[in-house]
Each structure stands twice: as C-alpha cells, then as structure tokens.
C-alpha cells in the first residue's frame, strides 16, 4: 500500500524566507502528484499538479518537483509571507486511488 | 470559482440523528468521487470511492452500513452518517478528478460535522 510521508511536519519562518517542503512516497508507479493548501477548518486548495512524466511544475512564487523513482517531491516556496500561513499536502495518485501525505503545518512570521 | 460544491458545510446534531452530505461536481460528469474523513491535526484518511451506478468500494476499516454512499447521478454523490455518535465528529470532504487519471483531483469545502 502507498505510503506518503512528508517532512517537517511542522515549520516556522520570518517573512521573506525561501523554503522547502518535503514529500516522500513509497511506491513510484503513480499518475501524478498534487500539492494542496488547507486553511484551518477549511477544504483543500490545488496548487500544483506534476504528472508522473514532468519533472517540476510552477506557478508564481511556488515551484513543485518530482522524482518518481527516488519517490520525493519538493515544493519550493519563494519570498515567503504571512498569508502563506497553512498546511501544506502533497497527494500522489495510484491507480484510481488518492493517498495524502501527514502534512506540514507553515507559519511565516511578519 | 468552485468546480465541486459540498453542502452541508457544518452541521451540529444529537446523537442517534442520521445526516446527508452532498457532494456536486459543477460544470463537469463525475463516473468516480471520494469521500475522506479528517481528524484535528491530521491528514485525510480516504473512506470511499463512490461509483455512479454501482456500489461504493470501502476501504479497510470503514463500515458501509455506518456510511451510506449514493452516487445517483453524473454529477451528485451522498454520504448519509447513519445513527451518529460523538465518536463520528469529523471533517468530512469529497473530491472529484475532472477528467481521466491524470487529470487534477477537486475538492469540495468540507463539513464540518459535530455529535453532541
């Protein structure tokens, strides 16, 4: 079964900071990837969708890659700010199947 | 704007009470749609996949007759808590890919659901 794990679990910045996000999976035959952001108490929001023949993916100031067969993908984070404050989670599709990651909890501090 | 509409999103109720949530794809068929369940503090735990036109697939763990899943439509998938109790509080979310597998999978906004 996939396992997704992803690493910190919990991570704290001042503004301004570039960042990583970890995320690591166990079984390289996957669709795709996506990273998403949760607000407290809110659903999930797309942020970027790599699929399993791309190698990385960007939009503005964040930047996903993939590694399919050392079974990591990063999310790189540029220029930090508070109002990127979230949990972060990556998802890997297997078959038809979706599996999340443990999350990391952000907060960048203005 | 919201590709997959969730309703209702919170719902406070007494125990014993059974309680429906609705899950739209909006603009799009969805054949496939899946619901999760999230604890505080924790990562969403895939319950179902539910199937237009067939039976639900449960994963491991999860009682069918607890959660009852109805996917009566291209476009409109339920989940029916049955007899809710203290234990069912959770954040409940279903998504739907748009699209075959390597399309992106959309959320709804999640509900919020509270046994007293």
């Known amino acids: 079964k996939q396992e997704v794990t992803q690493i910190p679990a919990a991570l704290s910045v001042p503004e301004g900071e570039n960042l990583v996000l970890n995320c690591s999976f166990t079984?390289?035959?996957?669709?795709?990837l996506q990273w998403f952001r949760q607000d407290p108490g809110k659903g999930l929001t797309s942020l970027l969708l790599?699929?399993?023949?791309?190698r990385e993916q960007t939009s503005g100031r964040l930047n996903a890659s993939l590694d399919k067969s050392s079974g990591r993908s990063t999310l790189y984070i540029a220029a930090s700010q508070p109002g990127d404050s979230a949990t972060y989670l990556c998802?890997?599709?297997?078959?038809?199947?979706?599996?999340f990651g443990t999350g990391t909890s952000l907060t960048v501090i203005p | 704007g919201a590709v997959v509409s969730q309703h209702p999103s919170w719902v406070i109720c007494k125990s014993g009470t059974s309680v429906k949530i609705e899950c739209r794809s909006l603009?799009?068929?969805?054949?496939?749609m899946f619901w999760y369940r999230q604890f505080p503090k924790q990562s969403l735990m895939l319950m179902a996949t539910?199937?237009?036109?067939?039976?639900?697939?449960?994963e491991q763990g999860v009682e069918k007759d607890k959660f009852l899943i109805n996917h009566a439509s291209l476009t409109l998938s339920t989940l029916t808590v049955t007899s809710a109790h203290p234990e069912d509080s959770s954040f409940y979310i279903c998504?739907?890919?748009?699209?075959?597998?390597?399309?992106?999978?959309?959320f709804g906004d999640g509900t919020r659901l509270s046994i007293l």
């Open positions: 998504s739907a890919p748009m699209g075959g597998a390597y399309q992106p999978q959309h």
């Open positions: 079984d390289s035959a996957i669709y795709n």
């Open positions: 790599i699929q399993s023949s791309q």
């Open positions: 998802a890997v599709r297997t078959g038809n199947q979706f599996y």
């Open positions: 603009d799009f068929q969805a054949t496939t």
């Open positions: 539910s199937n237009e036109g067939s039976k639900a697939t449960y």
